[in-house]
């Protein structure tokens, strides 16, 4: 696979936030600092349960009029929901929007373009979406820019003309270390378990959740963490890894949270105790046929 992917982003959709009250509404609700936002600056945000565990995860891409959030789109009814639960007086606008053709850009596990920047080519919206590390070499932006100006109809092609499969895309995604909201990330789980500080200011007024997650960065850290692992060798009972116990010196301390083969053996993702990542103690996943041993991609 090329290094340079264009990726059709056709699972996301938005949700168009107006009114004079949206920058002051969204402040107090959200993880994230809203205020003295350019037009066509890009922000990760998420709601957070007063628990601190996630609501949903998105992002807010601020215009000269309105703030559209943009969400996968089997979360729209449950953020206008969470929306709607803490709207009272303000004047406020929330409604689903006719959605712009959203892409990315990637180079292998690096998201492209500057981190805060919104570009519109060929009718395609170009935002920063995941919390990669993002690489701003000009002369590669120019260039990936260039391809996606010459590609009609589907772009979801990489440099080259490579079609992005979904399991290319996954495996970008554990290479990278970026767990899926709610595919392993789950409502269960705490934001700072997943590697989600981006999506949360803490030099900001209070919000659903806040006081867990600075009670968290204060005192201590997570019990469990979400990582992307490996296996390496032949996987025999592959299905049977799914939702599978991982050990540490015989004492289970995680969960298999997706799993995919490669020609090596395996990648996915799991929860993990802390506590055995920080001793880095051997860590193996259990199936019916045997052990495997897991290597971390990602603490």
């Known amino acids: ?123 395609y919206t170009i935002l920063p979406l995941e919390s990669w590390k993002v690489i701003s070499n000009q002369d590669e932006i120019r260039r990936a820019y260039a391809v996606l100006e010459s590609v009609s109809g589907d772009i979801a092609k990489t440099f080259g003309g490579e079609i992005l499969t979904s399991s290319q895309d996954y495996e970008q995604r554990v290479r990278a270390g970026v767990p899926s909201f709610p595919e392993e990330i789950k409502e269960s789980n705490i934001i700072l378990e997943g590697p989600f500080e981006s999506y949360v200011h803490r030099n900001k007024g209070c919000y659903p959740g806040q006081e867990v997650v600075e009670r968290i960065y204060t005192y201590g850290n997570v019990a469990k963490k979400i990582i992307s692992f490996e296996l390496k060798g032949k996987i025999g009972s592959f299905q049977t890894l799914t939702n599978g116990e991982i050990q540490a010196e015989g004492v289970a301390v995680g969960t298999i949270l997706s799993i995919a083969k490669t020609r090596e053996g395996a990648i996915g993702f799991a929860s993990i105790k802390r506590l055995p990542l920080e001793k880095k103690q051997r860590l193996e996943a259990l199936d019916s046929t045997g052990s495997y041993v897991i290597f971390s991609l990602s603490t």
């Open 1 to 123: 696979m090329s290094a340079l992917s264009i990726i059709a982003r056709t699972d996301l959709s938005c949700l168009r936030i107006g009114g004079r009250d949206r920058q002051d509404f969204l402040n107090r609700l959200c993880s994230q600092k809203i205020v003295s936002n350019q037009n066509g600056d890009v922000l990760p945000a998420a709601f957070l349960n007063a628990n601190g565990t996630v609501v949903a995860l998105f992002h807010l891409w601020f215009r000269q009029t309105d703030i559209i959030l943009i969400c996968k789109k089997s979360l729209e009814d449950r953020i206008l929901k969470f929306i709607n639960d803490f709207h009272f007086g303000e004047d406020l606008i929330c409604e689903k929007w006719a959605e712009p053709k959203i892409a990315e850009l990637r180079q292998n596990q690096f998201a492209f373009g500057a981190l805060k920047s919104a570009q519109i080519i060929n009718g």
